[in-house]
């Protein structure tokens, strides 16, 4: 079959992974400048498929943002507002378990929590909002708070970031979602989040959690003014860690949407499908420690996360319900698909659906 390839630039790359070799910086660069789309998607298919075989994992869960006031404002995000702003909101305890009820009879196995760093929002509001969801849904995983809010909540408190999600975990805190990685460049990070916590404190918090047995996702923001260089080298230090810590599940490519940003002037257009399915195959080619590669069909569109599942992705996500940090920054996606319609995206591509809990555990297959 490799020899199809033979004519390719990338041929030798071709073999490599043919071989189960480690692909190099400079491989990722060249994979990046090619646009020899199906050379790339045949690579990160094979690995696919040594990996998860013929399945398609999804989930079904809920997302609640409960507040998006923060300090941080990253020019990428529409999300984020001060205190003082008409638009912001920090969601009372009770609404959120309003919320949790909603989803009660759903089937939800998973329930994913995120906000902003509000500058006087104490972890004790953190642990009785788990708490209290938990005891809705007793069953059911709290994938909550980015690094980022994690940092927070330490230098609020403090404490250590371990004790911080120690506390969080005796609250019934499952796992932490990959948000806030942004592209680990300290370049970028000065030009489009210059108060954030740098990319080796995100890196240091999953860390931290891995060694206490929590496991993690890891994510990388493309698509604004990061150069490809810049991205092959935010993967290969996720690459780097997971070899030291094994502890993360999987990897999301998260596509730049930039209307109602402090850089839509800037940035005028969102990701093309061709840089979208790229990254997700050279995400799954280059991190060969990951076992998973997730494309959040909200950012991307069903259409475009249908079709990576050919270059590399096994996991779309899942229900949603409700979404803000992408629609406030003009996603046209709809915020919620039901189990059926993820199921028929999965089989209309020739896979195996395959219902999934946040632990990648089966929990309904076929
Ligand atoms: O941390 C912010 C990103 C993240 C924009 O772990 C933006 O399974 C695009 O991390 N355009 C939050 N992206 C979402 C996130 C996530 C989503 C789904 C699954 C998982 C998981 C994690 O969204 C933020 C930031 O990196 N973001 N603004 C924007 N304008």
Redesign the pocket.
Known sequence: MQELFRDSDLYDIVEKVVKGERLSREDGIRLYQSNDLLTIGYMADLVRKRKNGNRAYFIVNR?INHTNICKVR?K????GRDKDDPKAYLLPLEVIEAKAREVVDMGVTEV?I?GGCHPDLRLEYAEEMLRRVHRILPGVHL?AF?A?EIDHFAEQEGITVEEVLRRLQAAGLGS???????IFSPRVREKVCEKKISGERWLEVHATAHKIGMR????M?YGHIETIEERVDHMLRLREVQDQTGGFM?F?P??????H?QMENVITTRTTGFDDLKTLAIGRLLLDNFDHI?A?W??IGPKVAQVSLAFGVDDL?GTVVEER??H??G?DTSQSMTRAEIVKLIRDAGFVPVERDTLYNVVREG
Request: with cysteine; net charge negative; glycine share 8%.
């Open positions: 997302h990253c990428f995000c529409a999300f994913h995120v994938q980015t980022v932490l979602p990959g948000g806030g990685a942004e993690s996702n890891a994510t923001l999987t999301i998260l596509a730049f949407h930039p209307k940003t997730k959040f909200i950012m996500d940090i992408t406030d920054a996603a």
